[in-house]
């Protein structure tokens, strides 16, 4: 099994919307991909609640029963939509993915 997992911080407005507005965009765009893209295991995201400088604002922990399943998430067109649209609203990502 692999375990995705991305954070991000997002700008304090971005695409004529607030923060917490495209938090919640982001959120349940990714969790609609549950039912679109076969190879998510699980999924689950989550709000920061502590807000200090060092925390980010969004989590995403995905799990995959392969390397290749990951990648198929990654490439497939409907993620790619939503990549797209993360990336005009967040100021930093971070990315681990490891085997469990």
């Not at 995705?4 to 965009?25: C, L, M, P, Q, R």
Request: proline letters at 1%; glycine letters at 4%.
């Amino acid at each position: 099994m692999v375990k995705h997992i991305v954070t991000w911080k997002f700008y304090d407005s971005a695409e004529g919307k607030t923060k917490e507005e495209n938090i919640e965009i982001v959120k349940n765009d990714l969790l609609s991909l549950k039912g679109v893209i076969s190879e998510i295991k699980h999924i689950e995201l989550g709000k920061d609640i502590s807000c200090t400088d060092a925390s980010y604002d969004l989590v995403l922990v995905t799990d995959f029963e392969n390397n290749e399943d990951l990648e198929s998430y990654r490439v497939h067109p409907e993620h790619q939509k939503i990549a797209k649209y993360v990336a005009k609203v967040t100021s930093y990502r971070g990315v681990i993915d490891y085997n469990f």
